[in-house]
């Protein structure tokens, strides 16, 4: 079964709030991140991760006239949340894939404290049957 996880962060002004944060912290936070990738790729558990730009850099396209991208700034400003980064996994049961998000979830953050951000955890669906 495959799950993706996406992390969360708050929305703020558009930019990343690691912005803000000591360099040791930021440092603390991707080594972090770093590690936690390699073990999942290590254990046969990671299909893929990326993290995001800031939503500041975000657009919404849209097929204007003729199909042409119509393109404009995004994310929606009313969004208290938005995607910062995700891993695709591959385990037998969802159990697993929550076991995952949760040690995602403790990232450090400033100070080192965990950021106990969260984490969406969603199936990732194969295609419906060719005869459906």
């Given at each position: 079964?495959?799950?993706?996880?996406?992390?969360?962060?708050?929305?703020g002004n558009?930019?990343?709030?690691?912005?803000?944060?000591?360099?040791?912290?930021?440092?603390?936070?991707?080594?972090?991140?770093?590690?936690?990738?390699?073990?999942?790729?290590?254990?046969?558990?990671?299909?893929?991760?990326?993290?995001?730009?800031?939503?500041?850099?975000?657009?919404?396209?849209?097929?204007?006239?003729?199909?042409?991208?119509?393109?404009?700034?995004?994310?929606?400003?009313?969004?208290k949340e938005?995607?910062?980064?995700?891993?695709?996994?591959?385990?037998?049961?969802?159990?697993?894939?929550?076991?995952?998000?949760?040690?995602?979830?403790?990232?450090?953050?400033?100070?080192?404290?965990?950021?106990?951000?969260?984490?969406?955890?969603?199936e990732v669906?194969?295609?419906?049957?060719?005869?459906?």
């Open positions: 079964m495959k799950f993706m996880l996406m992390m969360n962060a708050p929305r558009g930019d990343w709030g690691v912005v803000n944060w000591r360099p040791e912290d930021l440092k603390a936070h991707i080594e972090f991140m770093k590690r936690f990738g390699k073990q999942l790729s290590e254990s046969g558990e990671l299909v893929g991760a990326e993290g995001l730009a800031e939503p500041g850099q975000a657009r919404l396209v849209r097929a204007g006239k003729g199909g042409a991208p119509e393109v404009t700034d995004g994310p929606f400003p009313e969004a938005f995607l910062a980064g995700y891993w695709i996994v591959d385990v037998e049961r969802p159990e697993q894939a929550y076991a995952i998000a949760a040690r995602a979830s403790a990232a450090p953050g400033p100070g080192g404290a965990p950021l106990n951000m969260p984490i969406e955890v969603r669906m194969s295609a419906p049957p060719v005869d459906m």
